[in-house]
Every structure is written in C-alpha cells, then in structure tokens.
T-cell receptor, first 113, second 113 residues
Framework: TQLLEQSPQFLSIQEGENLTVYCNSS?????LQWYRQEPGEGPVLLVT?????EVKKLKRLTFQFGDARKDSSLHITAAQPGDTGLYLC?????????????FGKGTKLSVIP | KAGVTQTPRYLIKTRGQQVTLSCSPI?????VSWYQQTPGQGLQFLFE???????NKGNFPGRFSGRQFSNSRSEMNVSTLELGDSALYLC????????????FGEGSWLTVV
C-alpha cells in the first residue's frame, strides 16, 4: 500500500510569513498533484508535477517534485488570509494498469490577518 | 466549460437504507473516479471507471458499488448504510486513464443517522 506522509498537519501563521508544506513517500509516483480544499467544497487542483526535480510556480506558490519522484514540497511566500484552507498532496499511481490517486492527510493552514 | 457535477449535494439517510449518488464528468472526460473523505481517514479511493467498466477498486466492502454509463456519467450506490458511512463523497474526472490532470466535483455530503 502506497502512503503519502504530509507535514505539518496544522499550521497557523501571521499574514506575510513564509511557509513550506512537505509530502513524502517511500513509493515512486508517475505524477504528483497539489490541491486546496475549502470547507464543504471539493479539492481544487493547483498544480501537477510530472518530472523528477521539476519546479513550478503559481504566483506566490512554488511546487517542487523530488528527483526520485517520491516527495514534493509546497512553499508559500508572504502568505495571505486568502491562502487559508486544507492543502492536499496526491500521488498518481499508474502501475499495473491501475490509475488512482493516493492522498496525504492534508495540511490545514490558517493565515491570521 | 462546466466542471464535474455531483448530485445531490446534501442528504440524510437512516441506518440500513441505501443511497445512490450521481456524477456528471467534464464534457469529453471518459475516466471517472470516486473517493470518500472523512475527518479521520482523509480521502480514500473507492473506484475508477473507464468505458463503462470498473478498472480499479479500493479497499471498501461490497456494500459500495458503482457503474458508468455510455455518456461517461457515473453513479455510486451504498447499500445497508452504517453510521460510519457518513462522509463527503467526491467524484473526479479526467480525459483519459493516464490523464495527469484530475478534476473534482464539489461532493455529496452523506449523513447517516
């Protein structure tokens, strides 16, 4: 069974601070996705990383896929209250004809004005 | 274009009853997956459908079933409901089985009393 360990589980920071969320696994994934989920809503895709070592930027968010495609990180610069939400990483397993996402438990981020 | 549409959004059922949830994927998307989200377990994979065939199933009891129609719309059914089935049920669609971009609906909130 593939597992994705996400840390930290909870994070409360002041507006303007920087933060990093980590997503680690002992398994290799064909791609890794980051989602943000608001209460009562479905996860919204932020980014997909496919190539080992890949770095993608989305405004103040920087996503990195580990060289071995087993881990990823999300860095937010100068966090804003609008960044508050549950951040989920998910690895896509496409081995042996199976296509399913394995999710981490999520990081609940609160950005205090 | 319209996103993934799930109905109903909210429902309350009694233990022992059954429930059917519906999902309309993004137009042109042929792969549909279902996930269960609970506070304790996070998001867990239920099934994956492609071309009206179940391609993969998660570790859930046989009370959980689903199907996909020729227009790619999907339904999932839970029979003999238990209190522990209370959860947010999420449907996701992608263009193909190997699609790295997976989009989620807003989910169906099921409460079993």
């Amino acid at each position: 069974t593939q597992l994705l360990e996400q840390s930290p589980q909870f994070l409360s920071i002041q507006e303007g601070e920087n933060l990093t969320v980590y997503c680690n696994s002992s398994s290799v994934f064909s791609s890794l996705q980051w989602y943000r989920q608001e209460p009562g809503e479905g996860p919204v895709l932020l980014v997909t990383v496919v190539t080992g070592g890949e770095v993608k930027k989305l405004k103040r968010l920087t996503f990195q896929f580990g060289d071995a495609r087993k881990d990823s990180s999300l860095h937010i610069t100068a966090a804003q209250p609008g960044d508050t939400g549950l951040y989920l990483c998910a690895g896509l397993n496409s081995g042996a004809g199976s296509y399913q996402l394995t999710f981490g438990k999520g990081t609940k981020l609160s950005v205090i004005p | 274009k319209a996103g993934v549409t799930q109905t109903p959004r909210y429902l309350i059922k009694t233990r022992g009853q059954q429930v059917t949830l519906s999902c309309s994927p993004i137009s042109g998307h042929r792969s549909v997956s279902w996930y269960q989200q609970t506070p304790g377990q996070g998001l867990q994979f239920l099934f994956e459908y492609f071309s009206e065939t179940q391609r993969n199933k998660g570790n859930f009891p046989g009370r959980f079933s689903g199907r996909q129609f020729s227009n790619s719309r999907s339904e999932m059914n839970v029979s003999t409901l238990e209190l522990g089935d209370s959860a947010l049920y999420l449907c996701a669609s992608s263009l193909s089985r190997a699609g790295n971009t997976i989009y989620f609906g807003e989910g169906s909130w099921l409460t079993v009393v």
